[in-house]
């Protein structure tokens, strides 16, 4: 029994770790992102929940057909593996259609017989059902591990729904253009090139979905003396596209559409105050751009 335990300690101590690392991940991510760039906190919580408890369900599940293989004679690890990658839906659904029967050993010789069998098959010892009623009592092994399945994928269900509910609504996630708070994108961007350096936001994408934002806090300094400086060139340029720059600081927000500028853009700053300011650049259906934008 103690070697048991003793077995059983390195693994759920793995399974902490795993579990452990997986939420200071996230958590970094959170602080780091700012919310995600547009995520209230509760959007990320119920989809790390959800992926934790899926995560569980399996490991519960392949634990359970894994006592169930060696119990069989099966492959105990490789089903495992199935179950656990497989999802438990599928690999469940493939054991039981795989599943072999339980063998226990012929009392005269040891080798492994069918329940069902009236002899030996090796030894050719007649059987008595009294003796396979000696040899096995039929009952649901492992029951924790049942249980631990399904309440994981009840929670795993209930995270998921509420993931879902609260992303239909539009509960905690932030589309507002002109907030203070930043922006989530439902869309894609297709770059070749981001950075900012020395102060300098460099942005160079082929395409994105219509109405996509991108974005750069900057910082003023001297709102008197500095201005916001845009390089900004649209190589392809559809009918109605636009391609619109955004200063948000607080309750201020300015638009400006810059898709033809044909010298670059000097903004001056004296409707804002000192600090932080949002720079966004709204993407409308422009294609092959590039800019160089900066505050000095």
Known sequence: MNQMKNKKFPIFTGIFIILLFLFLRFALFFLKSD???????????????????????????????????????????????????????????????????????????????SLKANFCEECGTPVKKEDHNVMVKQETHHLKLIAAGVVSMALMLISLTGFIVNAAAGNGINTNIASDDRIWNMGTISMNYSAYTDGVWTLDFRKASDGFVKEKDMTITDTDTQMLHADISCGTVPDGATLVLWLVQGDTAKSVDITGLSEPLEYPLHEFENGKIHVRLQINGVENTVSKIYIE
């Open 35 to 113: 919310g995600f760039s547009g995520l209230s906190m509760l959007l990320p919580a119920l989809l790390l929940c959800t992926v934790v408890f899926a995560l569980c369900t399996s490991a519960s599940f392949a634990a359970w057909v894994y006592q169930d293989c060696k119990k069989r004679g099966d492959d105990p690890l490789l089903w495992a593996l199935i179950v656990f990658a497989a999802s438990p839906f599928i690999g469940l659904l493939l054991y039981f259609l795989r599943r072999s029967e339980t063998k226990e050993a012929c009392p005269a010789c040891g080798h492994k017989i």
